[in-house]
């Protein structure tokens, strides 16, 4: 059952509608108005370890109106060296970093982070250095995902996290695992996808990247997926997947979570994940200042010890300590298994419950934790996570 109290009533919302709305498009990979970078992944692909160190160059490119300085760039590896401009970039001029990875670590993937400190900045910017080194391996082993011809590394791509009024790209290394040039197209693509190959055609036993690019609209929230289907020389394939590779390597991520039904062995599409929240990057200090704060009474929901095929009816109290109306764009869950009723707005000094049924029908023995990822209009915390954990017998 839902519950509802105020704590006072509220006459009037100390902003106006229209005073919250962005007055322009957010451009991408601008931080706090001030510095714009032309990337903050750079992928390697596939590399050899006997390829030695690589390189990769971020450009800093100073958009606001007085001096910046990168003061520091800290590496989350001693396998990275990093170079930076220390001098003062100017309104418009740009500077660069340049880190370089060793390389001489053994095959494996790696994901090395850069953090940024930028003087008109307030938070560090981080940045990755992603890739895949080798000791020795056939195409059809670095790509154990195959439609047709077409070699891929999995069949989701993960696009990380953006900003409404954003539009957020990136690419991945595909392969032509044929021994004649192919053409590669996508059909049936989800709107707000965009998805390029260069260079296209791709060469017999050679590697293109698939450049992707999202637009973020306001239809959707939080955790989405976007699919397309591959046309190789025009034509769709089903997916095969290398069995030697394991299937989480090739497939969705599950925590506690149930697959993506879509993807996979078997299926025709490819997908590419992104996280989509609210973008508060033109509000003032002030509209932030009065803006909702919400603040659950507890994040975790522990529902004891229950026998398989219990349906738990796990409750949040969730209070609005802000000075606007809280909403709760849309609440993720990492399985099906859930349902959340719908949560309405919620006053200022207001509090509300919001309430999951979660079904435990078929799921092995043991503890048990579902995560609840909810995308909110609260400037200070526009994601909050709640748990609901406990014991199946």
């Known amino acids: 059952m839902k519950r509802a109290f105020c704590i006072f009533t509220a006459i ?26 032309d990337k903050t992944v750079h992928d390697f692909g596939d590399i050899m370890v006997t390829d030695g160190p690589v390189s990769a160059t971020f450009t800093l490119t100073n958009v606001s109106g007085s001096p910046s300085v990168i003061y520091n760039v800290a590496s989350s590896c001693g396998c990275t060296s990093v170079e ?96 004649r040039p192919v053409t590669i197209g996508f059909s049936s693509v989800s709107e707000g996808l965009e998805l390029k190959v260069s260079p296209n055609p791709v060469p017999a036993g050679g590697v293109s990247k698939l450049k992707y690019t999202i637009t973020a609209d306001r239809d959707h929230w939080g ?78 929901f522990s529902f004891g010890r229950v026998k398989a095929g219990t349906r738990v009816e796990a409750s949040f109290s969730i209070t609005n300590k802000g000075k606007s109306a809280f909403k709760a764009f849309k609440v993720d869950s990492e399985t099906r298994r859930t349902t959340v009723a719908p949560f309405p707005d919620v006053p200022p000094g207001c509090t509300q419950d919001l309430n999951v049924t979660f079904d435990t029908k078929g799921l092995p023995s043991g ?17 909050m996570n709640l748990f609901i954990t406990g014991w199946i017998e």
């Open 84 to 179: 930076w401009t220390k001098k003062p970039l100017k309104t418009g001029e740009s500077g660069t970093v340049k880190a370089t990875y060793s390389n001489d670590e053994g095959g494996y993937p790696f994901d090395k982070t850069l953090t940024i400190y930028v003087s008109s900045v307030k938070q560090p910017i981080v940045v990755h250095l992603r890739g895949e080194s080798h000791e020795k391996m056939s195409l059809s082993q670095m790509y154990p995902v195959r439609f047709g011809q077409l070699g891929m590394k999995s069949v989701e791509i993960k696009a990380g996290n953006m900003s409404q009024e954003q539009q957020k790209s990136g690419e991945v290394s595909v392969a032509n695992l044929g021994t």
């Open 223 to 300: 955790k989405n997926m976007y699919y397309a289907v591959p046309m190789v020389n025009g034509k769709s394939f089903k997916a095969v997947v290398n069995r030697s590779d394991e299937r989480k390597d090739v497939g969705t991520e599950a925590v506690t979570s149930d697959p993506d039904p879509l993807l996979g062995d078997g299926s025709e599409k490819i997908g590419v994940f992104a996280v989509i929240k609210e973008n508060f990057s033109s509000w003032t200090k002030e509209q932030k200042d009065n803006g909702s704060q919400p603040v659950a009474r507890e994040s975790t």
């Open 12 to 37: 009037a919302f100390l902003l106006a509608p229209s005073a919250l709305q962005a007055q322009a498009p957010d451009k991408e990979n601008v931080f706090d108005g001030a510095v714009r970078l």
């Open 367 to 383: 503890e048990t934790l579902v995560v609840l990822t909810v995308m909110t209009n609260s400037p200070i915390r526009p994601i």
